[in-house]
Protein backbone atom coordinates (compact mmCIF):
# COMPACT_ATOMS: atom_id res chain seq x y z
CA UNK A 1 0.00 0.00 0.00
CA UNK A 2 3.19 2.15 1.01
CA UNK A 3 4.72 1.63 -2.03
CA UNK A 4 1.06 2.36 -4.41
CA UNK A 5 1.02 5.99 -2.50
CA UNK A 6 4.23 7.10 -3.06
CA UNK A 7 3.30 5.82 -7.02
CA UNK A 8 0.51 8.00 -6.92
CA UNK A 9 2.19 10.69 -5.22
CA UNK A 10 5.30 11.24 -8.09
CA UNK A 11 2.80 10.95 -10.85
CA UNK A 12 -0.10 12.58 -10.02
CA UNK A 13 -0.56 14.32 -6.48
CA UNK A 14 3.27 15.73 -7.16
CA UNK A 15 3.27 15.91 -10.78
CA UNK A 16 6.98 16.50 -11.54
CA UNK A 17 6.68 18.81 -14.04
CA UNK A 18 2.91 20.77 -13.25
CA UNK A 19 3.36 21.10 -9.61
CA UNK A 20 7.19 20.72 -8.68
CA UNK A 21 8.59 22.49 -12.14
CA UNK A 22 11.10 20.43 -13.02
CA UNK A 23 12.34 19.09 -16.14
CA UNK A 24 10.64 22.22 -18.20
CA UNK A 25 13.27 22.35 -20.73
CA UNK A 26 12.11 19.11 -22.82
CA UNK A 27 8.13 19.74 -21.43
CA UNK A 28 8.21 22.77 -24.11
CA UNK A 29 10.77 22.04 -26.40
CA UNK A 30 9.75 18.32 -27.35
CA UNK A 31 6.07 19.03 -27.07
CA UNK A 32 5.25 19.97 -30.15
CA UNK A 33 4.09 16.57 -31.86
CA UNK A 34 2.79 13.59 -29.92
CA UNK A 35 4.65 11.22 -31.39
CA UNK A 36 8.10 12.75 -30.09
CA UNK A 37 6.28 13.47 -26.94
CA UNK A 38 6.03 10.27 -25.97
CA UNK A 39 9.49 9.28 -27.06
CA UNK A 40 10.78 11.92 -24.86
CA UNK A 41 8.84 10.49 -21.64
CA UNK A 42 9.27 7.00 -22.64
CA UNK A 43 13.19 7.98 -22.37
CA UNK A 44 12.99 10.00 -19.59
CA UNK A 45 11.23 7.21 -17.77
CA UNK A 46 13.85 4.77 -18.69
CA UNK A 47 16.86 6.68 -17.55
CA UNK A 48 15.00 7.52 -14.49
CA UNK A 49 14.21 4.25 -13.02
CA UNK A 50 18.18 3.24 -14.21
CA UNK A 51 19.89 6.70 -13.03
CA UNK A 52 17.76 6.20 -8.96
CA UNK A 53 18.60 2.34 -8.86
CA UNK A 54 22.64 3.41 -9.55
CA UNK A 55 22.80 6.28 -7.44
CA UNK A 56 21.00 5.05 -4.71
CA UNK A 57 23.37 1.83 -4.48
CA UNK A 58 26.45 4.51 -4.80
CA UNK A 59 24.62 6.73 -2.04
CA UNK A 60 24.29 3.57 0.84
CA UNK A 61 27.38 1.60 0.07
CA UNK A 62 29.91 4.33 -0.32
CA UNK A 63 28.92 7.93 0.16
CA UNK A 64 27.44 6.59 3.29
CA UNK A 65 29.67 4.74 3.97
CA UNK A 66 32.79 6.76 3.73
CA UNK A 67 30.86 9.57 5.26
CA UNK A 68 31.35 12.01 2.35
CA UNK A 69 27.83 12.78 1.47
CA UNK A 70 28.85 16.04 0.77
CA UNK A 71 29.75 15.11 -2.59
CA UNK A 72 26.68 14.02 -3.51
CA UNK A 73 26.18 16.45 -6.19
CA UNK A 74 29.57 16.06 -8.02
CA UNK A 75 29.09 12.56 -7.76
CA UNK A 76 25.33 11.56 -8.86
CA UNK A 77 25.59 14.31 -12.06
CA UNK A 78 28.71 11.80 -13.17
CA UNK A 79 26.71 8.51 -12.16
CA UNK A 80 23.71 10.25 -14.39
CA UNK A 81 26.11 11.72 -16.92
CA UNK A 82 27.53 8.13 -17.75
CA UNK A 83 24.69 6.19 -16.85
CA UNK A 84 22.96 8.10 -20.25
CA UNK A 85 26.16 7.79 -22.32
CA UNK A 86 26.55 3.75 -21.57
CA UNK A 87 22.63 2.99 -22.27
CA UNK A 88 23.61 5.13 -25.37
CA UNK A 89 26.33 2.38 -26.69
CA UNK A 90 24.72 -0.32 -24.84
CA UNK A 91 21.40 0.14 -26.86
CA UNK A 92 22.90 1.12 -30.03
CA UNK A 93 24.56 -2.53 -29.97
CA UNK A 94 21.71 -4.59 -28.22
CA UNK A 95 18.50 -3.08 -28.93
CA UNK A 96 18.89 -1.15 -32.19
CA UNK A 97 14.72 -0.82 -32.51
CA UNK A 98 14.68 0.66 -28.76
CA UNK A 99 17.63 2.73 -30.16
CA UNK A 100 16.06 4.50 -33.19
CA UNK A 101 12.78 5.38 -31.23
CA UNK A 102 14.81 6.85 -28.24
CA UNK A 103 18.34 7.52 -29.25
CA UNK A 104 17.81 11.08 -30.16
CA UNK A 105 16.62 12.26 -27.06
CA UNK A 106 19.32 10.12 -24.73
CA UNK A 107 21.87 13.16 -24.74
CA UNK A 108 19.59 15.84 -24.15
CA UNK A 109 18.28 14.12 -20.99
CA UNK A 110 21.67 14.15 -19.36
CA UNK A 111 20.97 17.64 -18.38
CA UNK A 112 17.67 17.26 -18.04
CA UNK A 113 17.14 18.30 -13.96
CA UNK A 114 14.11 16.02 -13.33
CA UNK A 115 16.80 13.22 -13.68
CA UNK A 116 19.05 14.95 -11.31
CA UNK A 117 15.65 15.75 -9.45
CA UNK A 118 14.68 12.31 -8.25
CA UNK A 119 17.81 10.86 -7.46
CA UNK A 120 18.03 13.76 -4.74
CA UNK A 121 14.69 13.67 -3.71
CA UNK A 122 15.34 9.76 -3.04
CA UNK A 123 18.41 10.27 -1.11
CA UNK A 124 16.21 12.70 1.15
CA UNK A 125 12.98 11.12 1.85
CA UNK A 126 15.68 8.74 2.38
CA UNK A 127 13.94 5.73 0.58
CA UNK A 128 14.74 2.16 0.51
CA UNK A 129 16.04 1.05 -2.96
CA UNK A 130 12.20 -0.15 -3.84
CA UNK A 131 10.52 2.66 -2.94
CA UNK A 132 13.02 4.60 -4.91
CA UNK A 133 12.63 2.58 -8.02
CA UNK A 134 8.69 3.20 -7.28
CA UNK A 135 9.12 6.63 -7.14
CA UNK A 136 11.04 7.44 -10.35
CA UNK A 137 8.62 5.02 -11.80
CA UNK A 138 5.93 7.53 -10.97
CA UNK A 139 8.03 10.63 -12.13
CA UNK A 140 8.78 9.16 -15.52
CA UNK A 141 4.84 8.01 -15.84
CA UNK A 142 3.68 11.37 -14.67
CA UNK A 143 6.34 13.27 -17.26
CA UNK A 144 5.21 11.46 -19.73
CA UNK A 145 1.51 12.13 -19.01
CA UNK A 146 2.18 15.58 -19.15
CA UNK A 147 4.42 15.50 -21.81
CA UNK A 148 1.89 13.71 -23.96
CA UNK A 149 -1.06 16.02 -23.30
CA UNK A 150 0.31 19.21 -23.15
CA UNK A 151 1.25 18.25 -27.15
CA UNK A 152 -2.04 16.99 -27.85
CA UNK A 153 -2.84 20.49 -26.83
CA UNK A 154 -0.74 22.33 -28.51
CA UNK A 155 -1.45 19.68 -31.92
CA UNK A 156 -5.12 20.75 -31.71
CA UNK A 157 -4.63 24.26 -31.57
CA UNK A 158 -1.68 24.54 -33.63
CA UNK A 159 -2.03 27.06 -36.73
CA UNK A 160 -5.38 28.25 -35.50
CA UNK A 161 -5.81 31.51 -37.13
CA UNK A 162 -7.66 32.38 -34.31
CA UNK A 163 -4.89 33.06 -31.87
CA UNK A 164 -3.51 36.25 -31.19
CA UNK A 165 -0.16 36.75 -32.71
CA UNK A 166 1.65 37.73 -30.00
CA UNK A 167 0.90 34.49 -28.02
CA UNK A 168 1.82 32.44 -30.53
CA UNK A 169 4.48 30.01 -29.18
CA UNK A 170 5.80 29.56 -26.29
CA UNK A 171 3.04 32.33 -24.17
CA UNK A 172 0.58 29.55 -25.64
CA UNK A 173 1.89 26.89 -24.49
CA UNK A 174 2.29 28.47 -21.20
CA UNK A 175 -1.20 29.21 -20.90
CA UNK A 176 -1.99 25.75 -21.30
CA UNK A 177 0.39 24.40 -19.35
CA UNK A 178 -0.82 26.71 -16.41
CA UNK A 179 -4.42 25.23 -17.18
CA UNK A 180 -3.68 21.33 -17.26
CA UNK A 181 -1.38 22.67 -13.78
CA UNK A 182 -5.14 23.70 -12.17
CA UNK A 183 -6.66 20.09 -13.46
CA UNK A 184 -3.67 18.57 -11.73
CA UNK A 185 -4.17 20.52 -8.72
CA UNK A 186 -7.62 18.72 -8.43
CA UNK A 187 -5.75 15.44 -7.65
CA UNK A 188 -4.35 16.45 -4.22
CA UNK A 189 -7.96 15.56 -2.50
CA UNK A 190 -7.44 11.91 -3.29
CA UNK A 191 -5.23 10.91 -0.48
CA UNK B 1 36.66 44.51 -24.46
CA UNK B 2 34.03 46.93 -23.51
CA UNK B 3 32.69 45.67 -19.60
CA UNK B 4 30.09 48.30 -19.81
CA UNK B 5 28.32 46.98 -23.05
CA UNK B 6 28.89 43.32 -21.48
CA UNK B 7 26.71 43.83 -18.23
CA UNK B 8 24.09 45.99 -20.45
CA UNK B 9 23.97 42.40 -23.21
CA UNK B 10 23.23 40.47 -20.19
CA UNK B 11 21.14 42.14 -18.24
CA UNK B 12 19.22 43.87 -21.57
CA UNK B 13 19.59 42.99 -24.95
CA UNK B 14 20.66 38.74 -23.93
CA UNK B 15 18.24 38.73 -20.85
CA UNK B 16 18.66 34.94 -20.01
CA UNK B 17 14.89 35.01 -18.68
CA UNK B 18 12.77 37.13 -21.34
CA UNK B 19 15.21 37.17 -24.96
CA UNK B 20 16.60 33.39 -24.48
CA UNK B 21 13.70 32.11 -22.15
CA UNK B 22 16.19 29.73 -20.75
CA UNK B 23 16.18 28.09 -17.14
CA UNK B 24 12.29 27.85 -16.92
CA UNK B 25 12.31 25.18 -13.93
CA UNK B 26 13.74 27.72 -11.05
CA UNK B 27 12.48 30.83 -12.49
CA UNK B 28 8.74 28.99 -12.02
CA UNK B 29 9.47 27.25 -8.96
CA UNK B 30 10.62 29.30 -6.87
CA UNK B 31 9.67 32.75 -7.31
CA UNK B 32 6.08 32.32 -5.05
CA UNK B 33 7.35 35.67 -3.02
CA UNK B 34 10.21 38.54 -4.39
CA UNK B 35 12.89 37.49 -1.19
CA UNK B 36 12.89 33.60 -2.65
CA UNK B 37 13.75 34.84 -6.13
CA UNK B 38 16.74 37.18 -5.41
CA UNK B 39 18.03 34.89 -2.80
CA UNK B 40 17.92 32.18 -6.09
CA UNK B 41 18.74 34.76 -8.65
CA UNK B 42 22.20 35.58 -6.52
CA UNK B 43 23.01 32.34 -5.41
CA UNK B 44 22.53 31.48 -9.10
CA UNK B 45 25.07 34.57 -10.33
CA UNK B 46 27.37 33.38 -7.42
CA UNK B 47 27.74 30.08 -9.44
CA UNK B 48 28.14 31.24 -12.85
CA UNK B 49 30.80 33.98 -11.74
CA UNK B 50 33.17 31.72 -10.24
CA UNK B 51 32.51 28.79 -12.48
CA UNK B 52 32.76 31.09 -15.70
CA UNK B 53 36.47 32.33 -14.41
CA UNK B 54 37.43 28.85 -13.29
CA UNK B 55 36.71 27.31 -16.93
CA UNK B 56 37.84 30.54 -18.60
CA UNK B 57 40.85 30.20 -16.75
CA UNK B 58 41.85 26.68 -17.41
CA UNK B 59 40.33 26.83 -20.78
CA UNK B 60 43.81 26.13 -22.97
CA UNK B 61 44.58 23.36 -21.15
CA UNK B 62 41.81 21.18 -21.05
CA UNK B 63 41.63 19.06 -24.19
CA UNK B 64 38.34 19.51 -26.33
CA UNK B 65 36.92 16.13 -25.68
CA UNK B 66 36.55 16.33 -22.35
CA UNK B 67 35.24 19.77 -21.88
CA UNK B 68 32.02 19.39 -21.05
CA UNK B 69 32.60 16.64 -18.44
CA UNK B 70 35.56 19.25 -16.81
CA UNK B 71 32.85 22.13 -16.56
CA UNK B 72 30.27 19.65 -15.08
CA UNK B 73 32.83 18.98 -12.75
CA UNK B 74 33.54 22.10 -12.09
CA UNK B 75 30.30 24.03 -11.91
CA UNK B 76 29.09 21.01 -9.51
CA UNK B 77 32.30 21.58 -7.02
CA UNK B 78 30.90 25.57 -6.92
CA UNK B 79 27.36 24.62 -6.13
CA UNK B 80 28.91 22.22 -3.30
CA UNK B 81 30.34 25.15 -1.84
CA UNK B 82 27.17 27.60 -2.31
CA UNK B 83 25.38 24.78 -0.80
CA UNK B 84 27.14 24.30 2.17
CA UNK B 85 27.80 28.27 2.66
CA UNK B 86 23.99 28.76 2.35
CA UNK B 87 23.46 25.90 4.69
CA UNK B 88 25.52 27.17 7.43
CA UNK B 89 24.81 31.64 7.09
CA UNK B 90 20.95 31.34 5.63
CA UNK B 91 17.95 31.20 7.97
CA UNK B 92 16.10 27.76 7.62
CA UNK B 93 13.23 29.13 6.28
CA UNK B 94 14.93 30.42 2.81
CA UNK B 95 17.22 27.13 2.34
CA UNK B 96 13.53 24.80 2.90
CA UNK B 97 11.37 27.24 0.60
CA UNK B 98 14.48 26.95 -2.26
CA UNK B 99 15.14 23.34 -1.62
CA UNK B 100 16.05 21.03 -4.24
CA UNK B 101 16.79 24.15 -6.57
CA UNK B 102 19.55 24.96 -4.67
CA UNK B 103 21.32 21.86 -6.17
CA UNK B 104 19.61 22.04 -9.22
CA UNK B 105 21.89 25.01 -10.49
CA UNK B 106 24.47 22.41 -11.50
CA UNK B 107 21.89 21.64 -14.63
CA UNK B 108 20.85 24.98 -14.86
CA UNK B 109 21.25 25.55 -19.02
CA UNK B 110 22.45 28.99 -18.70
CA UNK B 111 25.20 28.22 -16.85
CA UNK B 112 26.51 25.95 -19.90
CA UNK B 113 25.22 28.28 -22.13
CA UNK B 114 27.43 31.52 -20.71
CA UNK B 115 30.26 28.57 -20.53
CA UNK B 116 30.29 27.16 -24.22
CA UNK B 117 29.42 29.95 -26.06
CA UNK B 118 31.84 32.99 -23.87
CA UNK B 119 34.53 31.65 -21.19
CA UNK B 120 35.30 28.81 -23.38
CA UNK B 121 36.74 31.56 -25.92
CA UNK B 122 37.87 34.43 -23.65
CA UNK B 123 39.75 35.94 -20.85
CA UNK B 124 38.82 34.93 -17.21
CA UNK B 125 38.22 38.67 -15.84
CA UNK B 126 36.31 39.21 -19.01
CA UNK B 127 34.40 36.29 -18.34
CA UNK B 128 33.75 37.05 -15.26
CA UNK B 129 32.16 40.22 -16.52
CA UNK B 130 30.15 38.50 -18.82
CA UNK B 131 28.54 36.01 -15.98
CA UNK B 132 28.10 38.95 -13.84
CA UNK B 133 26.33 40.86 -16.68
CA UNK B 134 23.86 37.45 -17.49
CA UNK B 135 23.21 36.37 -13.39
CA UNK B 136 21.91 39.70 -13.12
CA UNK B 137 20.06 39.57 -15.95
CA UNK B 138 18.38 35.96 -14.59
CA UNK B 139 18.30 37.49 -11.25
CA UNK B 140 16.24 40.64 -12.58
CA UNK B 141 13.86 37.91 -14.18
CA UNK B 142 13.15 36.48 -11.24
CA UNK B 143 12.57 39.23 -9.01
CA UNK B 144 10.00 40.79 -11.86
CA UNK B 145 7.86 37.50 -11.17
CA UNK B 146 8.26 37.00 -8.33
CA UNK B 147 7.10 40.76 -7.03
CA UNK B 148 4.08 39.89 -9.49
CA UNK B 149 3.45 36.63 -7.89
CA UNK B 150 3.63 37.96 -4.30
CA UNK B 151 1.45 40.61 -5.23
CA UNK B 152 -1.20 39.35 -6.60
CA UNK B 153 -0.74 36.28 -4.23
CA UNK B 154 -0.49 37.47 -0.98
CA UNK B 155 -1.02 40.93 -1.34
CA UNK B 156 2.83 41.81 0.03
CA UNK B 157 5.43 43.45 -1.72
CA UNK B 158 9.20 41.74 0.22
CA UNK B 159 6.81 40.36 3.02
CA UNK B 160 5.64 44.22 4.15
CA UNK B 161 1.28 43.48 3.29
CA UNK B 162 -0.11 46.01 0.87
CA UNK B 163 -3.45 44.53 0.92
CA UNK B 164 -4.79 43.10 4.12
CA UNK B 165 -8.39 42.27 2.82
CA UNK B 166 -7.54 38.51 2.10
CA UNK B 167 -10.57 38.18 0.04
CA UNK B 168 -9.03 40.16 -2.81
CA UNK B 169 -5.87 37.79 -2.91
CA UNK B 170 -5.74 35.33 -5.58
CA UNK B 171 -3.96 32.56 -4.26
CA UNK B 172 -3.87 30.96 -7.09
CA UNK B 173 -0.87 33.17 -8.13
CA UNK B 174 1.54 31.92 -5.42
CA UNK B 175 0.02 28.19 -6.96
CA UNK B 176 1.83 26.35 -9.56
CA UNK B 177 -0.78 27.69 -12.52
CA UNK B 178 0.00 31.47 -11.17
CA UNK B 179 4.04 30.65 -12.20
CA UNK B 180 3.09 29.37 -15.86
CA UNK B 181 0.47 32.23 -16.54
CA UNK B 182 2.76 34.89 -15.35
CA UNK B 183 5.69 33.97 -17.44
CA UNK B 184 3.03 33.25 -20.41
CA UNK B 185 1.74 37.18 -20.11
CA UNK B 186 5.30 38.36 -19.85
CA UNK B 187 6.84 36.61 -22.66
CA UNK B 188 3.29 37.74 -24.67
CA UNK B 189 4.30 41.62 -23.65
CA UNK B 190 7.71 41.16 -25.03
CA UNK B 191 6.75 39.46 -27.87
CA UNK B 192 4.11 41.91 -29.01
CA UNK B 193 6.90 44.86 -28.23
CA UNK B 194 9.31 43.33 -29.78
CA UNK B 195 6.92 42.60 -33.10
CA UNK B 196 6.43 46.78 -33.33
CA UNK B 197 9.61 47.44 -33.42
CA UNK B 198 9.91 45.38 -36.59
CA UNK B 199 12.16 42.30 -34.63
CA UNK B 200 11.17 38.70 -34.35
CA UNK B 201 9.58 36.80 -31.70
CA UNK B 202 11.02 35.06 -29.08
Known amino acids: MNLFLILIGAALINNYVLVQFLGMCPYFGVSKKSETALGMGVAVMFVMVVASTMTHLFHQHILVRFEIEYLQTIVFILIIASIVQFLEVFMKKNFPALYAMLGVYLPLITTNCVIFAVTIINVNNEYTLIEAIIESLGAGLGFTLAIVLLAGIREKYNNNPDIPEAFEGLPMALFAAGLMSIAFMGFQGII | ?202
Not at chain 2, 168 to 177: E, Y
Open chain 2, 1 to 202: MNYFKLIKNGIVNQNPVFVQVMSLCPLLAVTTSAVNAITMGLATTAVLICACFAISAVRKVIPSEIRIVVSVIIVAGFVTILQLVMEAYLPPAINESLGIFIPLIVVNCILFARIESFASKNKPFASAVDALGMGLGFTLGLFVIGVIREFFGSGAVFGIELISDTNSHMVIMVLAPGAFFTLGALIMIIHSIRRRRGGVGV
